[in-house]
C-alpha cells in the first residue's frame, strides 16, 4: 500500500506591535480603548519597578533569591488584562507582575521571596494559587483545576504559567495530553523567554517553537510575540474565551526574552552573548508601548513622571509593609502542608518549639 498523510498542521504567530511602536490597525483588539492602551503600559511601568526594587532589596540584604522578570512585561500584562474575576492563575516562580496586577498584594510577593511562609497565602479573591518552584509541576495543576471548573459548570478558565525550561519537563507533556483528552477549561501560557537558566533554547529541542507542541496533543497552539502587549492580550483573550466556550485547552506560546540574570544567583555574563542581549534591548515591551502611545498623542514626559513618581511611593508603600509584618512564627514552616502533621513532623515541630522556649 502507499504511504499516505494521516495528519498536516500550520502553527501561527500574532504581532501587532513592532519595535517601533508602529500597530498593524487591522489587528488591535476592538475591545481595547484608549484608556485600556494607556492603562496596560502604566501596568508595565509598575511592574518593572517592583521588580527593579526587589532586585535592590535582595543586594541589600533585605530579600533572598529573586528571579527577574524583565523584559516580560508586557506578557504578563497582557495576560492580566485578558483576564477575569473567575479565572485561576497557576504561576511558577516569574510570575511576579501578574500577582500583582490580580491583585495579590506586593509586599506579600517580596514576603514569599523572603522566605516567609505567608507569602504564600495569597488572599482567596485574587484566585492565585502560590508560586511553584519545581519547574513545570504547576501545568498539572492548571488541568487538573481547569478539569474542576468545567466539571462544576463554572465560568473561570485556570491559566497554568510557565517558562521554556518547563516545556522539557515530562509535566508539560503530561499535561498536555491530559488536555487534549479530557478538555479541561485551562489555557497553557508559555512565556518563552529563550533561556533555561544557562541552557538557550536551540538546545532544549529541535522544535522551531513550543507552540507547535500543543498539534501532538489535540489542541491548539498559537505563537505571539511577548513584547507585544497587543498580541499578548489578543491571543490570551481568544485562549480564555474558548476555554470558556467549552472548546477545550488552548497552548499560548509569548516568545520574549529574560533581560536579567535566571534569579539573583547566576551571572547572565557567563554564558549569554552581549550582542544577543543588545538585540532584545532594542526591542523592549516598554519602549514600543511608549512609542505607541506617543505617536497617538496618549502619553508625553510629564505623564511619564508622574506615573514613575506615583509608581515608586506605591512600591515603596509595599517594602515599608513588608518591614512592618511582625516576625513569622518559626513553627510555621510545619503548618501549611498537611491537614493533619504527620507524627515525625508533630515531633520535629514539638522539638523545635521547645528549642525556642515555647
Known sequence: MPRTTIYEAATERLEILDPEG??????????????????????????????????????????????????????????????????????????????????????????????????????EETRCLPPAIPVGSQLLHAVGAGLALRLRGERGVAVGLAGDGAS?????????????????????????????????????????????????????????????VFACYAAAREALDRARAGEGATLVEALTYRMGNHTTADDAQKYRPAEELAYWAARDPLLRMRRFLESRGLWDGEREAAWAAEVQERVEGEVRALEAMDPPDPSSIFDFLYESLPWNLAEQKAALLKEVGR
Open 168 to 228: 522539557s519537563e515530562g509535566d508539560f507533556h503530561e499535561a498536555m495530553n491530559f488536555a487534549g483528552v479530557f478538555r479541561p477549561k485551562t489555557v497553557f501560557y508559555i512565556q518563552n523567554n529563550q533561556w533555561a537558566i544557562s541552557v538557550p533554547f536551540s538546545r532544549q529541542t529541535a522544535a522551531r517553537s513550543i507552540a507547535q507542541k500543543a498539534h501532538a496533543y489535540g489542541i491548539p497552539g498559537i505563537q505571539v510575540d511577548g513584547n507585544d
Open 22 to 123: 508602529r500597530a498593524d490597525e487591522r489587528l488591535l483588539p476592538p475591545a481595547l480603548s484608549e484608556e485600556d492602551w494607556i492603562g496596560l503600559y502604566r501596568n508595565m511601568v509598575l511592574i518593572r519597578h517592583f521588580d527593579e526594587k526587589a532586585l535592590n532589596l535582595q543586594r541589600q540584604g533585605r530579600m533572598g533569591t529573586w528571579g527577574s522578570l524583565r523584559g516580560q512585561e508586557a506578557a504578563q500584562a497582557g495576560l492580566a488584562m485578558a483576564l477575569e474575576a473567575e479565572d485561576w492563575v497557576v504561576p511558577s516562580f516569574r510570575e511576579h507582575g501578574l500577582l500583582l496586577l490580580r491583585g495579590v498584594p506586593g509586599h506579600l510577593v517580596y514576603a514569599f521571596w523572603k522566605g516567609d511562609e505567608r507569602g504564600g497565602a495569597l488572599p
